[in-house]
Structure formats: structure tokens, C-alpha cells
């Protein structure tokens, strides 16, 4: 369309240079774009460079989601300064983004960590998205411009999709891009790790409507039932999406919600973050002492209390752990008849092991306002191969003389003292990362894990 415009700007200044001959050149002059054949391909090529200069935009949409319902929501865009409002009725949920914090409000449910990276992940997209769709979906398929058909309303044009199925699975990758991250959290693998096999389509529309008069796009719609396979988890999708495009290039105003309304409960915003804080220390502070065996590092780390308290708690979590380990080894233990005071012994030399573990907090979360989950990712021990590295050494050792039949169940437990020893001084290997939720308790302004097991099995379970 613009150059329909130069094309007619050119033709009237040649008329107007060659003014003498008026009358015969003026019957001879033509416009040269006059005879030019207005294609799809042109049309979508001006819509595109139409869209690389939009400032602010307003986007109501419609989509079904990966549990089959049906989303109505509106996005605000103020795409020179990077703000982006987001308003989903039907899960009551807002989201503003700007260059320096992403805030997630949603009235029902309290989202994790990993569900908060995949909204944020999803806005993302969709800004890319909805900023210029022409540009998004050509990055997938270079030949996207030439597989459209052209008809015409009064005031825009109607391009619909006439790519086959080879075409189609190429813009899977964008339009599906929220079914992957999903799928890929589904099976606890990262996206950029997943793998993704071609996708089965059984149907597949899109069409834009672009303005005649500004060469942007009035509306897009696009429809596909497709089976798409993420790590070895089958999925099967029926997505409707419409998107309609209003105050393009207008006067927008965003405004930052108050964060006190990201808040749980009755919670201030501020005093949900020190909590979480706190909890996240306690946590921290907590696997100092039972796991690590380390009351000192309680002390530096725990958010509560005065030194003295802090230290009597500290020496409270290492020996209930020592206590609570030593007995579960009694079990194992019993037909040796080994005394208590040497199983203590045996206790903490298999703790030292334990303390070789590597542990990351990734995440401290309110999920109400007296209660927060606290994300660990954890390394433990691999007990497959300490338990084999004990076999050998204790084998060698019967093998010696060094216990016989006759060794009494104390001699037998400085046996795998011993032996641990060996083994700890060695490189010791680790099982693969793995994330466990703790879940804390706050009361009175102290804090309390009632179920430890939750991150002890990282540390001490094989898996």
C-alpha cells in the first residue's frame, strides 16, 4: 500500500515538471503502480513493516488451554517501555511485567516457582507474539509469506493459510509453545533439554485480517488438532486461538498494582517476603545441624532467636538426628549385638558421609500466611554405591582375618568404621540433583518443620 502512495506522489511530480505540454503529457502520464498486482505476499510484507514501528497495543484474546477450557483475557502493551499488563478472567489472574519485576496475582491458588517461570515464560511469548505476529511465525518458516490466499472486505484484506502439512508442522513450534513448556514440567526436564518429535496434525486454519488504510493487522486467528510427543509423553491438543488487535500506535496506560495484593491472606507484601525469608534461613540452618552435624552453622544461619536459643536448638536437631539415625541402623544392625554407645559411634561415622552431600535453596514460597514451602535441590550420597563400596571393604577384611565368626558385634562395628573411613577419604559419588519441597511453619514468630523425612530422604534414601 505505501508504495501505491510514492507510486502516486512520483506521477504528480513529473506532471507538474513538465507543465508545458500540459494537456498531451497529462493524457499520456500514468501512474506506474497503477497496473501493479496487489498479492498476498505484499500485503502481509506491508502488514509486517507496519508492525516493526507499533508502540502500544491492546490484545483480547481467546484460547483453550492444555486442560481443554476455554481462557478470555485482555494484554496491555507499552511495547517502547517494555510494559506488559495481562488480565485472565477466567482464573481470576493478573500479571504486570515491566524491565525490572514480573508480578503474578492470582486470587485462587499460590503458584510454585516453576508455574511462575512458565506465566512469565507465556507473557513472553505472547509479547513477541502480538508486537508483530507476521514476523513471529515467519521465523519458523521462511516460505510463510507464500502460502496464503488473498480476498477483501470493504476495509481489509482476509489472508488465509494454504500451507500443507509439512508447512504446518513448522509453526507448532510457536503457537504450541506453552503445551511444550508444560509438557516438559510434567516430566521434570528442562525445555532446552526436552525432546520434542514432529508433531501428528489432523487439522490446522489461520487467517489475518490486515487494515487497508495502515497496513496493521485488524485480527488473527488460528485453529489446529495436532499429537505432539515431549519426552516420551504423548499429547494430544485441540487449539483455538483469536486474538483482536484495538488502540494500535494509541495512548495506553498501565498502571503497577499495589503489591500488597500479590500478598497471601492478611499478609503485607513486605512481611510476606521477610517470611519467606526466614524460612527459607531456617531450613538452611536446619540442614546444618542434622545433616552436617554443624550447631556452629545453626547458629549463623537461623532468622530467630538469641545466640543461647539458637544454640540450644542447634544442639537439639544434631542429636535427635544422630538419635533418629542410630535407630533405624539398630535395625540393621541387630543380629551382630552391637551396644548402644557403639552404635552412636557407627551413627555419626556414616554421618560424615552425609555431610559430603551438596545442597542448593532455590525457592521460599507463602502458600498461607502461617505456612511456606521451601524448595531444596539436593545431591545425596549415592547409598547404591556406598553400599558397595562397603561390600568390598568389608569382604577384604573377612578375607584378612580381620572378622571372623567369632568377632563380637562391637569388633564387627569398628570393622565398618573403619571401613567408612576408607571409603569417605575416597572421591564419594552423588545421585543426580533432585528438588523436594519442605514444608515450614510459622507460629509465634519461630519456625518449625514438623515433617523432616521430606528432605532426609535426599540426603540419605538411594534413588
Do not use: W
Not at 511530480?13 to 500514468?30: F, H, P, R
Not at 512469565?120 to 514476523?135: C, F, G, M, S, V
Not at 531450613?283 to 530467630?304: K, L, M, S
Amino acid at each position: 500500500m505505501k508504495r501505491m502512495i510514492v507510486g502516486v506522489m512520483v506521477g504528480a511530480s513529473l506532471m507538474v515538471a513538465c507543465s508545458q505540454n500540459s494537456i498531451g503529457n497529462q493524457a499520456e502520464a500514468e501512474d506506474p503502480t497503477e497496473n501493479e498486482e496487489v498479492t498476498a505476499a505484499s500485503i502481509l510484507e506491508d502488514a509486517k513493516q507496519a508492525h516493526e514501528d507499533i508502540q502500544s497495543l491492546e490484545v483480547s484474546m481467546k484460547e483453550r488451554n492444555q486442560f481443554d477450557q476455554t481462557e478470555n483475557a485482555t494484554l496491555t502493551y507499552q511495547f517502547d517501555d517494555g510494559v506488559v499488563y495481562y488480565e485472565n478472567e477466567l482464573i481470576n489472574e493478573k500479571i504486570y511485567k515491566d524491565s525490572e519485576e514480573t508480578m503474578i496475582l492470582n486470587e485462587y491458588i499460590q503458584l510454585s516457582n516453576k508455574e511462575e517461570q512458565l506465566r512469565e515464560r507465556y507473557i513472553d511469548k505472547k509479547t513477541e507474539e502480538h508486537q508483530n505476529p507476521l514476523a513471529y511465525y515467519q521465523q519458523f518458516d521462511d516460505a510463510f509469506f507464500d502460502l496464503f490466499e488473498l480476498s477483501e472486505r470493504e476495509d481489509f484484506y482476509v489472508l488465509t493459510y494454504i500451507g500443507e502439512e509439512e508447512s504446518q508442522k513448522a509453526l507448532v513450534e510457536g503457537f504450541a509453545d506453552s503445551f511444550i513448556a508444560y509438557s516438559a514440567q510434567i516430566t521434570d526436564t528442562d525445555l532446552e533439554e526436552s525432546t520434542v518429535n514432529e508433531p501428528e496434525i489432523s487439522s490446522f486454519s489461520l487467517s489475518f485480517d490486515v487494515d487497508k488504510d495502515t497496513s496493521l493487522i485488524k485480527g488473527y486467528e488460528i485453529r489446529s488438532s495436532f499429537i505432539i510427543d515431549v519426552n516420551g509423553f504423548e499429547n494430544d491438543y485441540d487449539f483455538d486461538g483469536t486474538y483482536l488487535f484495538a488502540n494500535a500506535n494509541e495512548d495506553v496506560t498501565i498502571d503497577k498494582p499495589d503489591q500488597d495484593e500479590m500478598a497471601v491472606g492478611n499478609l503485607s507484601f513486605d512481611d510476606q517476603e521477610q517470611y519467606e525469608q526466614e524460612a527459607f534461613d531456617y531450613v538452611d540452618a536446619v540442614i546444618q545441624a542434622n545433616i552436617y552435624q554443624n550447631v556452629d552453622e545453626y547458629v549463623e544461619r537461623a532468622p530467630t532467636g538469641s545466640e543461647e536459643e539458637k544454640r540450644e536448638a542447634g544442639d537439639a536437631e544434631q542429636q535427635s538426628f544422630v538419635e533418629l539415625y542410630a535407630m533405624a541402623l539398630a535395625v540393621d544392625m541387630e543380629e551382630f549385638g552391637v551396644e548402644d554407645e557403639k552404635l552412636m559411634e557407627l551413627s555419626e561415622a556414616m554421618l560424615l558421609g552425609y555431610s559430603k552431600s551438596e545442597y542448593m535453596i532455590l525457592d521460599s514460597k507463602a502458600v498461607a500466611e502461617d505456612t511456606f514451602h521451601v524448595t531444596v535441590s539436593i545431591q545425596g550420597l549415592s547409598q547404591i554405591d556406598l553400599s558397595r563400596e562397603l561390600d568390598l571393604v568389608i569382604t577384604e577384611k573377612m578375607m584378612n582375618g580381620e572378622i571372623t565368626e567369632d568377632s563380637s558385634g562391637d569388633e564387627v562395628a569398628d570393622a565398618f568404621i573403619d571401613s567408612l573411613e576408607t571409603i569417605y577419604d575416597q572421591n564419594i559419588s552423588l545421585n543426580e540433583p533432585r528438588d523436594v519441597i519442605v514444608e515450614v511453619n510459622r507460629a509465634g514468630g519461630d519456625y518449625m518443620i514438623l515433617d523432616h523425612t521430606s528432605y532426609i530422604d535426599g540426603f540419605v534414601n538411594g534413588y
